[in-house]
């Protein structure tokens, strides 16, 4: 039994957990770690490699290393050679992270594949677990649970940055009253996926964080200007125009399996056959009216504003994919241990279909069906309204208590 005098995950909905757990082990670990103990060498299929888009972390790094730093975002060039590189077992993919990663995907890049791999799920995963730790224990679980969340599992599986930027987003909201410049500094460190953090300048101006967007702000412009010392200024232009651009061409592309791993609202609506007008239209009514609520009705308690600004993120944009998922697991799993028995329907079920959302999105993908933007917002709609109420924040002095 998960308890402590903090909370429990009642009996009945940590069966449903460990199932939820399960399912999501077998469904996207199963294959892949099968095909890897055959002899297949990396591959786990068609034009995919053991650890997926970890592939491109890899040749990252091997590209900033041989500085060969064209490549990088040189989408034609950039695949030639990691075919080559993968002897032919990886197709169609491209650098899509901003210049920032150069700093540091070169480590990865001084061991073998799956060692390195290894290593980077090994070090953010521990990060993420880490900066969950303290929300989890509020609630009476324990931190290792966060390894085992549905989004965590399809991150490990689709070897992507979801326990990095999960534990830049949950640090910095755990941080953002008690250390407002270590947080603003996490908050910068996201430009590694700018489009992720779109909310929180804006977010941060309404709560009047103004030490926080200080520093993250000078964080971003300390990060961008040792990138164009160390790497010149035309990765930075090829990658807001070209790179931007095309990555968000990939919307609309129904066709391609990655599209099925979208639960924000464009892609859904495409694949559930909706015409392009509509689409967009429907899009930036949802993201007007989802940014206008945040705005109106941000929480003032930090960490449910965290979790707000988290979903609200998804509903704003039409780009991000399940393994981006992480820090909504998180307030998937708090939802779960906090609701009663007597609470309305609803928000159980919503508590529910959100912690199952990156096992289901691709299943709801492939039907047509446009639930993912729904439970999302339902979600939202619950950390709007205050039916989460915890705090994983340092406890504040005695002298700042009683000032309050």
Request: proline share 6%; glycine share 6%.
């Amino acid at each position: 039994m998960l308890n402590s005098k903090a909370g429990r995950l009642p009996d009945q909905r940590l069966f449903f957990f460990i199932v939820t757990v399960f399912l999501t082990l077998f469904l996207f670990l199963y294959h892949d770690a099968r095909a890897a103990l055959a002899d297949t060498g990396l591959s786990v299929g068609r034009d995919v490699i053991f650890g997926r888009d970890f592939a491109n972390v890899f040749t990252g790094g091997q590209l900033v290393m041989q500085g060969k730093l064209p490549l990088l975002y040189d989408i034609e060039g950039y695949r030639a050679y990691q075919t080559a590189l993968f002897e032919g077992a990886v197709r169609e993919h491209n650098y899509s992270y901003s210049p920032v990663s150069f700093l540091y995907v070169w480590l990865f890049a001084l061991l073998p594949y799956l060692w390195s791999y290894l290593l980077w799920i090994v070090v953010t995963g521990a990060a993420f677990i880490w900066a969950a730790r303290p929300y989890l224990r509020t609630v009476g679980l324990p931190g290792w649970i966060a390894f085992l969340l549905p989004a965590s599992i399809v991150n490990i599986w689709a070897g992507h940055y979801g326990f990095l930027f999960g534990a830049l987003w949950l640090g910095a909201w755990r941080l953002l009253d008690s250390r407002p410049r270590l947080a603003g500094m996490l908050i910068g460190f996201m430009i590694v996926k700018p489009h992720l953090a779109v909310l929180m300048p804006f977010v941060l101006a309404r709560r009047g964080a103004r030490t926080a967007f200080f520093f993250a702000g000078l964080s971003v412009v300390c990060l961008i200007a040792v990138s164009i010392a160390f790497f010149g200024l035309t990765p930075w232009l090829t990658y807001l125009t070209s790179t931007a651009s095309f990555q968000a061409s990939l919307v609309d592309k129904i066709e391609a399996f990655f599209v099925t791993m979208m639960p924000t609202l464009a892609p859904v609506l495409f694949m559930a056959g909706l015409p392009e007008p509509l689409v967009w239209t429907a899009q930036t009514a949802v993201a007007l009216s989802a940014f206008i609520a945040l705005m109106r009705y941000l929480p003032e308690d930090t960490e449910r504003a965290g979790f707000a600004t988290a979903h609200a993120t998804f509903l704003i944009l039409p780009y991000a994919f399940i393994y981006d998922m992480t820090v909504l697991s998180v307030a998937s799993i708090l939802l779960l241990t906090q609701l009663g028995k007597e609470e309305r329907p609803w928000r159980i079920a919503a508590a529910y279909l959100g912690l199952l959302l990156p096992l289901t999105t691709i299943f709801y993908g492939k039907a047509g069906i446009p639930i993912a933007p729904i439970i999302i917002a339902l979600q939202f709609a619950m950390f709007l309204t205050g039916v989460s109420r915890f705090s994983a924040r340092p406890a504040a002095p005695a002298a700042l208590a009683e000032a309050h």
